[in-house]
């Protein structure tokens, strides 16, 4: 479990094929020396296990479907990642209940920046639109953020400067892919409306 508040910028040192998925090696002074193998890293906001560390970097492996379905599939070295390690009990939580698993990937339509400040508008499949609401939790590359406002096929987010300094959103840019984990709670929600539509269960009698 995760915060969605990232701890640091790392950069993507080595990408290895390993068919059919890959093993990518990732850079970050501050994180590796208090990481162990085992340990779970939410990448971009995608959660992977360590395998391997060594000096200033640690590896993970990434199978296909999370090479198909989220935007670690299409990074290279020097690519820049956002790291979060595991929530530890007691630890305060910043952000929202975060997993660490990618819903699906949208796409950045619009960035307006003001100074240091700017405005993004997203695309998204329309079926995430069900689990997002304007002031509710989403995590945009692991980070999380407010929404603004929420509309079918589509949402918006005001982004801070130290959001912009220290994540992966900063230079990100329209056409960019991140990846999207919709808020924990409201998946719950609809998943119980929608079962109010489920036929009865002549055992339960519901």
Known sequence: MFSGIVEARGVVAAVIPEPPG????????????QTKVADSICVNGCCLTVIEVSGDTMAFQAGP???ARTNLGDLKPGSLVNL???LAVG???????VTGHVDDVGTLLERHDHGDWSFFWFQIPQRLSLQMAPKGSIAVDGVSLTIVDSEPERFSVALI??????????PLQPGGKVNLETDL???YV???VEARHYPAHPASGL
């Open 22 to 33: 890959c093993r990518l090696v990732v850079r970050e002074p501050k994180i590796v020396p």
């Open 65 to 67: 479907e999370t090479l």
């Open 161 to 170: 400067p130290y959001t912009l300094a220290v994540t992966t959103l900063g």
């Open 185 to 187: 709670l409201a998946k």
């Open 190 to 192: 609809q998943r119980l």
């Open 84 to 86: 979060e390690r595991s």
């Open 91 to 97: 630890d305060r939580l910043g952000g929202h209940f």
